[in-house]
Every structure is written in C-alpha cells, then in structure tokens.
C-alpha cells in the first residue's frame, strides 16, 4: 500500500486530509510539525509528502529543500493558503511535485497526490531504462566476444567511434544513445552462427558466407521481444547493407538505409580493420584512409566517411 506522510500544524486540516486519503485507499502517517516529518522520514519511510507551506519553525519551503537533500526521488506535495504568484515559484523551483490551494475538494486533494505519484513512478522507471539497457547490451555482446579471443573490446570501441560521427551529425541526446546501444549490439546475431563458421580463420567459401550473412536477421529477431532495446534493431539487422544496394540482409541503398545503420557500417569497418587477426595484420592508418576514400559512396554513405576521415586524420581514432 502507497503510504504518505502528512504535515500540518493545524489539527483540523491534518484531520480532513487523512481522511480523505484514507477514504482513497493510502496508508497515512502524520506529524504536526516540519521537525517532526523530517525525523519520521526513516522510520516512516513514505513514498510520498504531503505538507503545508506556512508552519511554525521550518516552513514547508525550507521543508522541502531538506527532503531533497536526504530522499531527492521523493515526491512533495504542499499544501497553501496563500498561494500567492512568488511562493508557487519558489515551490515549483525548489521541486515541489504539486501544488494544492486551500480550501481544496476532495478531488483537488487526489489528483495532486495521484499526480505526483504517477510522475514519480515513470520517472523511477525511465532512469532504470536508461540505466539497464546499457547494461544489457553489454552483457549480450560480451556474450558474442567470449566466443573469440580476438573480438575482445570490439564493441565498446566501435561503439565510441559511432557515438563521435553521431555527434558530429548533431544527432539529440537520445538518437546518439540509440546509435552506442546498436553499435554495441551490431553482431548480436552471431551467437546463432556456428563455431565452425565463425572461428574459421581462412577465408568463407560461398556456402559459410551465406551462413554468416544471416545474423543480421538473427540478431533482429532476438532483440524483437526487447522493449528496451528497440531501437538498436534498424542497426543490428541493417549495418551490413551498402550505399550503392548490393549490401544484406534487404538490399537497401543510399537514404533507404537508416542513418544509425550507416553510421555503425562505417565505424565497424574502421576498428575491424585497425585491429589485428588471425589472418592479417592490423591495417595502418594510411591503408584505413585509402580504403575508406575507395569505398566511399560504394559501400558507406560519402557523408559519414568524410567524418570519420576527419576523425582519423586528427588522430581521434584510437587503434
């Protein structure tokens, strides 16, 4: 049950609103004083505040401001009688949750709790987003690099790599995060590939290449039933196709081929041929930039290699 602290010197009002929240299904807990609710804070342990603004000693201001000190996720309601322009300013600066004006209904009363509640929650729950899907796409790339010795930090670099171009794109906040998750996630799909394809250290014949170009379409469909990390998936199923359309799994060219895909293709082959193999050497950055300038508009988006380039030659590229 949701419990809730409530504030308030006056017995009357205290009274009316546990009533009211009670009658609504909260748990209530009350304290007459600023003083008093900040020493139930621990034992009380609310998940929401609801207090009066105008008290004697601490205020509900100055209330509010030490509660953001001690519990910042918890929500504070206030409760005024003088709800005048320059105390709902300084209430909603300080981070008040909502605001009830005395005398309010019993509707007022819920909805700012209900409210305040609801931002609370969706809040915790975008934060725990942003921090598991990170985490989880590391976990399930690392799955990929346990397989071979050889790929050990290849995402997490590649991934660096993409999130500069994105930036350099001037992509928002959230398509440069999509763009690190995907890049992390590109070769997800190799997991359903066999060792004797995967680790092969000679070239594929055409049989085991045509094999190994399915695990974009895997590693889309693993990641199908993954809310968080939906926005990966453009990137892992597309990060193989090329500009000129003679990529896989879908044969997309050009602007058909989403912007985050383009950028993890150009980012891949930079840190897969900066490093070294099996079966060849780490490239120089020389045989890099004349590799990228063959292809560019053939296999990579001419724009997206002219940033990279840019990158490389400013010695941005950690090899």
């Known amino acids: 049950m949701t419990r809730i602290l409530v504030i308030d010197d006056e017995a009357v009002v205290r009274n009316v609103m546990v009533e009211i929240l009670e009658s609504s299904g909260y748990e ?116 990929i690099e346990a397989r071979n010795a050889e790929l050990g930090g290849h995402c997490e670099r590649l991934a660096c790599f993409a999130v500069d171009i994105a930036q350099q794109l001037g992509l928002s906040d959230s398509e440069v995060e999509s763009v690190r998750l995907g890049a992390i ?71 058909e081929i989403p912007l985050g895909a383009r950028i993890v293709a150009v980012a891949d082959a930079v840190e897969a041929m900066s490093a070294e193999r099996v079966y060849r050497k780490a490239l120089s950055i020389d045989q890099i930039i004349a590799e990228l300038r063959i292809e560019r508009g053939a296999a990579w988006d001419p724009r997206i290699v002219d940033l990279a380039l840019d990158s490389i030659t400013q010695q941005e590229l950690v090899a």
């Open 28 to 143: 209530v807990a009350v304290a007459e004083t600023a003083e008093r609710g900040l020493a139930l804070l621990d034992s009380c342990d609310p998940d929401i505040l609801v207090s009066d603004i105008l008290m004697p000693g601490l205020s509900g201001l100055e209330l509010l401001d030490a509660v953001r000190a001690r519990r910042a996720s918890l929500p504070v309601v206030l409760v005024t009688g003088g709800g005048t322009y320059d105390i709902l300013t300084k209430a909603l600066a300080r981070g008040a949750a909502g605001l009830v004006t005395k005398p309010f209904s019993h509707t007022q009363l819920i909805a700012a709790v209900d409210d305040a509640l609801d931002r609370s929650q969706r809040s915790e729950e975008e934060l725990r987003e942003r921090l598991f899907a990170p985490t989880l796409a590391t976990a399930l790339a690392n799955a």
């Open 185 to 255: 996630l590109h070769d997800i799909g190799k997991i359903g590939i066999p060792d004797s394809v995967l680790l092969k250290p000679g070239p594929l014949d055409a049989g085991e290449r045509t094999v190994i170009e399915t695990h974009p379409l895997i590693g889309d469909h693993l990641l199908e039933p993954l809310d968080l990390l939906a926005s990966a998936r453009p990137i892992v199923r597309h990060h193989h196709e090329r500009w000129d359309g003679t990529g896989y799994p879908d044969g997309l060219a050009g602007e």
